[in-house]
């Protein structure tokens, strides 16, 4: 059974210009979730999808939005890109929508913001 | 607010020590807890979890018990390997499936 997936591996932009990330769950997971794992902070919650709906999001700007598809995959898009936005940003799916569900993460995206 | 606050790293232990690893957190309502292992080149994986006060999970060999009287949940293990070597996340679900992660600690095991 294939994992999460993401792509890009790296991503390059400069500031003040527009990043897409995307995300491909396990098979049969419908929920979908996004982190940011800024060097020293840990993992920041960004977004949740279940069912195509946006369920939550942490406290990030705006400019950080996404969606999920009929399929369940996911896109991550970050305007207005600003230096502190560099990160690894992680995607995880689960089963579930239960707060007791495990999360299968993939391997990230390293956003370089320059 | 919802936070969770684990020990700083990193820890090195000789092989077949005893590992603690002390995670708080601060919950409004009955949060999940979790702890989440990365070893070197792979992903984020659920190492244990615990779903409601004195529950134990465990797993491999560790275990960490959901204390609500003391808002902790500490993870151990009584012999660690080589193997172990890893980052370990401490991590609670909130209502609203909001998930608020700890900043890593990460253990080095020596032979």
């Known amino acids: 059974e294939a994992g999460v997936t993401q792509s890009p591996t790296h991503l390059i932009k400069t500031r003040g210009q527009q990043a897409t990330l995307r995300c491909s769950p396990i098979s049969g997971h419908t929920s979908v979730y996004w982190y940011q794992q800024a060097l020293g902070l840990g993992l920041q919650f960004l977004l949740w999808y279940d069912e195509g709906e946006e369920r939550n999001r942490g406290n990030f700007p705006p400019r950080f939005s996404g969606r999920q598809f009929p399929n369940y995959s996911s896109e991550l898009n970050v305007n207005a890109l600003e230096l502190e936005d560099s990160a690894l940003y992680l995607c995880a799916s689960s089963l579930e929508r239960g707060t007791t569900d495990t999360q299968y993460f993939g391997p990230g995206t390293r956003l370089t913001v320059l | 607010g919802n936070s969770v606050t684990q020990m700083e790293g990193p820890v090195t232990l000789s092989e077949e020590a005893f590992l603690t690893i002390n995670c708080t957190y601060t919950?409004?309502?009955?949060?999940?807890l979790f702890w989440y292992v990365q070893y070197p080149g792979e992903g984020l994986q659920l190492l244990l979890k615990a779903t409601k006060a004195d529950d134990k999970g465990s797993n491999k060999g560790f275990e960490a018990t959901y204390r609500k009287e003391t808002t902790s949940f500490h993870l151990e293990k009584g012999s660690v390997q080589v193997s172990d070597s890893a980052v370990y996340f401490c991590a609670l679900a909130s209502t609203g499936n909001q998930f608020y992660f700890g900043t890593g600690t990460s253990l080095t095991v020596i032979p």
């Open positions: 919950a409004t309502g009955y949060p999940s």
